[in-house]
């Protein structure tokens, strides 16, 4: 497994299933990292990216 997708999975179990450790998840990613919603509808970053994940998870339980 290279360490691409290491990180990958690691991110993913933050979110996944009953988990939503949305600040290990945010703090995964670099200061200026973007989150960008898949589509391209709606881009977040900083703070904003924690409040995205958490109103998503509200929505879709099992976001990962």
Known sequence: MTDTEEFIRAVYRM????????EGWRGAFTEDGVFTVAGGSETFTGDEVVHAVSRMATVLPDTG
């Open 15 to 22: 979110t996944e299933g009953d988990v939503l450790d949305v």
